[in-house]
């Protein structure tokens, strides 16, 4: 134990100590903070792969799917109507994704318009509900020519694999959704 200022006794070690501890917390919220899109406010791809292999590893019992998802024309959005527009639409699809997954699935912001989440449930379950979201995304006008559409593609876990082979997966069917002619989901394998 260091010996505390004359006069003072252990307060200056409290004192020390209380202050290496607010400085760990602040380092870790700015951590947490740094680790959020700006914009959308999800978190970002290393964080949901963090919280993945913490959450769903190969014991976990119950049925998970996956889906990586965009909007359709999304280029299209910012070069007519402004990037303004295009911040709009991703962060409506932020809010309707985290609405969706809830607090048992995880969402997170992939990278450009593109997003991917872990939904409790079969991919028949998951798709119904993505179909759903769909529909009522595909009322949002953004002018009186162009409605916002979304595409995706989705996979039943396979808890031994890994999240980045689950996302390419993933991405396969959402491929298959565009070529499809866009504003559907496929799933992987079907």
Do not use: P
Request: hydrophobic share 45%.
């Amino acid at each position: 134990k260091a010996e505390g200022v004359a006069g003072q006794g252990g307060g200056v070690d409290i004192m020390l100590v209380c202050a290496i501890i607010e400085s760990r917390i602040n380092i870790w919220r700015d951590l947490a903070l740094a680790a959020r899109d700006s914009l959308t406010g999800l978190s970002g791809r290393n964080a949901f792969r963090t919280w993945y292999i913490q959450n769903h590893s190969w014991k976990r019992d119950e049925t998970i799917s996956l889906f990586i998802m965009d909007i359709d024309y999304f280029k299209r959005i910012n070069d007519v109507y402004g990037h303004g527009e295009g911040d709009s639409a991703l962060r409506l699809l932020s809010e309707e994704l985290r609405l969706l997954v809830g607090s048992g699935g995880f969402v997170c912001r992939w990278g450009g318009d593109e997003f991917v989440g872990v939904m409790d449930g079969d991919a028949a379950k998951v798709k119904a509900k993505l179909e759903a979201m769909g529909r009522k995304l595909r009322r949002v006008k953004v002018d009186d020519l162009f409605f916002m559409g979304v595409s995706a593609g989705i996979l039943e876990v396979d808890k031994e694999q890994d999240i980045d082979v689950l996302v390419e997966l993933a991405d396969r069917a959402l491929y298959r959704a565009k070529e499809a002619g866009r504003g559907c989901v496929c799933v992987y394998g079907d």
